[in-house]
C-alpha cells in the first residue's frame, strides 16, 4: 500500500484580517522588506533638509539677537546710560567725564539740560549717556541708580571712605546691573605708595565683589579701554523693571494750571527703556506718588550716532545750511497719543461706616457732655496720666488701649528716636575726613552741640531692648487697674501654634479700606496685571515703543516738586502695571545692617524704598517662619530676619528693599535692607503678652505665687488659663491667698 500524505486535524489556520487600502505604515514597510521609493526618499530629504536649515536660521537669529540685546546693539535702543558713583571724596568725577569724552576725537559731545552728557563715538560706533550724582546726595544717587545700565564705582588712592562704603551698601541692596570699578589719582604715587594702594583697594572691593579688580583711569588711553569695556559689557536683569516702562529725564519743564496754581503739568523728555508705554496707564515719579498721564510727544533723536565719514562729508557743505539742517531734525516732533481712557486713581476703599459688625454710641446720643480735657504733668505720657490717682478721669479709656506698658511709656519717644553721633549708626557727612586723620582729631569736639535729652531718650530705648530680649514680652500687672480691665483685648491661649484664629476676627477699621489679596490669589492678579498693562492698546493712539525719544505729559504734579527740585538732580519716571495704585498690606523680609546698632522699635517712623517706590511708614514687625500664625516683635532685632509690614500700594515681588531712618543730622542712615513678600493680606500678625509672677513658696504639688494678680477678681477672672514655668512645668490656678486678693 503505497504511503500518502497525512492531513492534520490540529493545525488550524484562521482568516486573516481584511486590512483593505488602510493598511498600517509598519505593514507596508514590512512587506516592502527594506526597498524604499525613489520618489518617496527624495521627498523625505528635501524635507528632514528643509527643517534642518530652519531650525539653524531660528538658532542663529536667536543668538545674535540676545547677543545684542545684551550689549545693546539692537534697533531703536536708546544710549547706554553710565551712572558714576564716587567712593571717595577725593575722587574728581569731571576729569573722568571729561576722559570720556576724548576717548575719540571724532565723537559728538552733547549735554542735556539735566547735565546729562551724551558722547556719541563715530569711530567706535557706539554712544553712551553720563550722569554724575552730586556727590553726598544719596536720594539723587539712587534714583539714577534705578534706571542706570552700567555702574562705574570711583575709589581714589586711599579706596573707600565711610560714606562710600555708605553708597555701595545702598546701591547693592537695590540691585546692581554691570559694574566696573575705577581707580583715579594711582600714576603719580611711588612704587611703595602704589602697592599699598592697590592692595587696599582690593581688599575693599573684595568683601563684596569677590575677583572683582580696579581699573587705572588717568589718560585718554586708559579711557579708550575704559570706553570699550562700558560698551560691551553684558547687561544684568533688574527685576522690577524687567517688564515696566521707565525713563530718565533730559529736560523739565513745568506749566502750572489756568484752574488751580497749586498743581501743574510736568513735561519729561527722554529716551523711553525697558518696554513699550501706553498713553492711558498711570506712572509713578519716586517720592511723590502716581499720577495720570495727559499725552506723549515723540521727536527724533536728538543725540543720534554719527558714523565714522558723516562729519567730515558735513563740514564740507555750507555751515549755514547745515546748522539749518541740524535745528530742523532737532526741532521735528508729533504727537503720539492722547489720554482717551486714563485709568483711575483711586486707592482706597471707601468704607461704609455701617457694615460694621460692632457699634457704640457717641456722647450725643448718650446725652453726655463732652469729656473735658485733663492738662497732664510733665513728664508723664497720657497713658500713664489714665492711672495716677491724682488726675481726673483716669479709667475712662483703659479699655480702648491695646498697647503694653513698655509700648506706652512715652509718645514722646517717637520725637527722640533721631540718633545723633554716639548712637552707632552710620552718618552722612559732606565733608569727609581722609584716611590720614588722627583720633584725637575726630574726638577734639565730641561733646560739642550733644543733645542731653537725646541722649537720654536712646538711652532709656536701649535699656527696653535689653530688657526684652532678656525677658521677651513679659508686662507687670497694673496696680491701681484692674488686669481684665487693662487686657481685655487679649485671650488666652493653650498653645500659640496650635490654637485657631480666624484671619477675618477683630479686625482694624483700615482694613475696609485696602484692598484685600489673598496668598492663594496672589499670583492670577499678578498674571492678570502684567498683560492687561501689554495688551492695553487703545484704538487710535499708539504706545510708545522703547528706545524713542519721547515728551510725557504728567497731569495733576504739585508745584512743591519745582520748589524742591534741584537743577541737574535726576528725575526718573516709571509706568505702572494695572493695579499697583490700590493701597493693600504689604509685607518684607529685612535684616539689619551691621554697622547700625541703634534701637529700632515697632511703629517708630522709617523711610522704606522697595523697587522704585520711596514712602515714610511706620511698620510693625513680626517673626518670619512657615506657620499661620506670627508673633509681633516689638523690636528690630541685631541679628536674623524679620518682617516688617505696613499699608502700601500694591507691589509684585521680586523686588528690593531698603529701610531708612533720619537722624538729627537730617540725613539717612542705612537701617535694613532686604526683599518684598508675595502679598497676603490675611497674614495674621498676634501681639503677645505674658504675666508673670515670683514663686513664694514651692510645695510638693502645689506652688505659692506672689505678683502676678492684685485683686481677687482678676484671679477669678483668670483661672480657666494654664499657667507654665519656664522649665515647662504646667498647672491652673487653686485658689486665692491673702486679704487683698
Not at 490540529?10 to 526597498?35: I, T
Not at 558735513?314 to 482717551?340: C, G, H, I, Y
Not at 524713542?548 to 504734579?557: A, C, G, L, P, S
Request: some cysteine; charged content about 30%.
Amino acid at each position: 500500500m503505497a504511503g500518502g500524505g497525512h492531513r492534520s486535524t490540529l493545525k488550524q489556520k484562521n482568516k486573516s484580517h481584511n486590512h483593505g487600502k488602510h493598511r498600517s505604515k509598519r505593514n507596508l514597510k514590512r512587506e516592502a522588506h527594506g526597498k524604499v521609493n525613489v520618489k518617496q526618499l527624495t521627498k523625505d530629504k528635501k524635507v528632514k533638509e528643509l527643517l534642518r536649515q530652519e531650525a539653524l536660521q531660528k538658532r542663529v537669529e536667536g543668538r545674535d539677537g540676545a547677543l545684542s540685546d545684551k550689549r545693546g546693539m539692537a534697533a531703536s535702543v536708546p544710549p547706554r546710560l553710565v551712572v558714576l558713583i564716587s567712593l571717595n571724596a577725593s575722587v574728581d568725577t569731571n576729569a573722568v567725564v571729561d576722559l570720556l569724552k576724548e576717548a575719540d576725537l571724532s565723537s559728538d559731545v552733547n549735554i542735556s539740560e539735566q547735565l546729562n552728557v551724551h558722547v556719541s563715538a563715530g569711530k567706535l560706533k557706539k554712544r553712551i549717556s553720563v550722569v554724575n550724582p552730586e556727590y553726598g546726595n544719596l536720594q539723587s544717587l539712587l534714583d539714577a541708580a534705578k534706571v542706570a545700565d552700567v555702574f562705574v564705582f570711583l575709589v581714589g588712592e586711599s579706596g573707600m571712605d565711610r560714606y562710600g562704603e555708605h553708597c555701595l551698601a545702598s546701591v547693592m541692596g537695590q540691585g546692581v546691573p554691570a559694574h566696573l570699578f575705577v581707580s583715579q589719582g594711582l600714576t603719580n604715587l611711588s612704587k611703595k605708595r602704589l602697592t599699598d594702594s592697590k592692595k587696599r583697594i582690593e581688599k575693599q572691593i573684595e568683601k563684596n565683589f569677590p575677583g572683582e579688580k580696579a581699573r587705572t583711569l588717568d589718560s585718554w588711553q586708559d579711557a579708550q579701554v575704559l570706553w570699550r569695556q562700558i560698551t560691551n559689557l553684558a547687561e544684568k536683569t533688574i527685576h522690577f523693571r524687567e517688564q515696566r516702562p521707565y525713563l530718565l529725564s533730559e529736560k523739565i519743564e513745568f506749566e502750572l494750571n489756568k484752574q488751580t496754581a497749586e498743581v501743574g503739568t510736568l513735561k519729561l523728555s527722554g529716551y523711553l527703556r525697558g518696554s513699550a508705554l501706553d498713553v492711558n496707564q498711570l506712572v509713578h515719579l519716586p517720592g511723590w506718588g502716581d499720577f495720570q498721564m495727559a499725552q506723549i510727544d515723540q521727536m527724533d533723536d536728538p543725540y543720534p550716532l554719527l558714523v565714522k565719514g558723516n562729519k567730515d562729508r558735513r563740514e564740507k557743505r555750507d555751515n549755514s545750511v547745515a546748522d539749518q539742517e541740524m535745528e530742523d531734525a532737532t526741532s521735528k516732533s508729533f504727537r503720539l497719543a492722547v489720554a482717551t481712557n486714563p485709568e483711575s486713581l483711586q486707592s482706597e476703599v471707601v468704607p461704609d461706616e455701617m457694615d460694621q459688625e460692632q457699634t457704640w454710641p457717641t456722647a450725643e446720643e448718650l446725652g453726655e457732655d463732652k469729656p473735658t480735657k485733663v492738662k497732664s504733668l510733665k513728664g508723664v505720657s497720657e497713658y500713664q496720666s489714665n492711672w495716677i490717682l491724682d488726675l481726673e478721669g483716669g479709667d475712662e479709656n483703659s479699655e480702648d488701649s491695646d498697647e503694653d506698658d513698655d509700648d506706652d511709656q512715652d509718645e514722646d519717644m517717637d520725637d527722640g528716636d533721631k540718633n545723633d553721633e554716639g548712637s552707632g549708626g552710620s552718618e552722612e557727612e559732606d565733608d569727609i575726613e581722609g584716611d590720614t586723620a588722627t583720633e584725637a582729631d575726630e574726638n577734639a569736639n565730641y561733646d560739642e552741640g550733644m543733645d542731653l535729652d537725646e541722649e537720654r531718650r536712646v538711652y532709656e530705648r536701649m535699656k527696653e531692648e535689653r530688657l526684652h530680649v532678656q525677658f521677651p514680652d513679659e508686662v507687670d500687672t497694673p496696680l491701681d487697674t484692674a488686669a481684665r480691665v487693662r487686657f481685655a483685648r487679649y485671650r488666652g491661649m493653650d498653645s500659640f501654634h496650635n490654637t485657631y484664629w480666624d484671619p477675618k476676627e477683630m479686625l482694624p477699621f483700615d482694613y475696609a479700606r485696602i484692598y484685600r489679596v489673598g496668598k492663594h490669589h496672589y499670583k492670577r492678579l499678578k498674571k492678570i496685571s502684567v498683560k492687561a498693562s501689554e495688551d492695553s492698546e487703545d484704538g487710535d493712539n499708539l504706545l510708545a515703543e522703547p528706545g524713542n525719544f519721547v515728551i510725557i505729559y504728567v497731569k495733576d504734579v504739585p508745584k512743591a516738586f519745582m520748589d524742591f527740585h534741584k537743577a541737574g538732580a535726576p528725575v526718573a519716571l516709571f509706568g505702572l502695571f494695572k493695579n499697583e495704585q490700590k493701597m493693600t498690606l504689604i509685607s518684607t523680609m529685612i535684616s539689619r545692617m551691621q554697622g547700625f546698632k541703634a534701637p529700632i522699635k515697632a511703629k517708630d517712623p522709617l523711610v522704606f524704598q522697595i523697587g522704585f517706590r520711596r514712602f515714610s511708614t511706620c511698620p510693625i514687625f513680626s517673626e518670619h517662619a512657615h506657620q499661620n500664625k506670627f508673633k509681633m516683635e516689638r523690636f528690630l532685632p541685631q541679628k536674623g530676619f524679620i518682617v516688617a509690614s505696613m499699608y502700601a500700594p500694591i507691589m509684585f515681588a521680586p523686588a528690593p528693599v531698603l529701610v531708612f531712618r533720619e537722624n538729627v543730622m537730617q540725613k539717612f542712615d542705612l537701617v535694613a535692607k532686604g526683599s518684598l513678600l508675595p502679598l497676603d493680606t490675611d497674614r495674621i500678625i498676634i501681639k503677645r503678652v505674658v504675666l508673670s509672677g515670683a514663686p513664694f513658696k514651692i510645695n510638693k504639688k502645689s506652688v505659692t505665687v506672689r505678683y502676678m494678680f492684685f485683686n481677687r477678681e482678676d484671679i477669678d477672672y483668670y483661672k480657666p488659663i494654664e499657667l507654665k514655668t519656664k522649665w515647662g512645668k504646667r498647672g491652673h490656678i487653686k485658689q486665692a491667698l491673702g486679704l487683698y486678693c
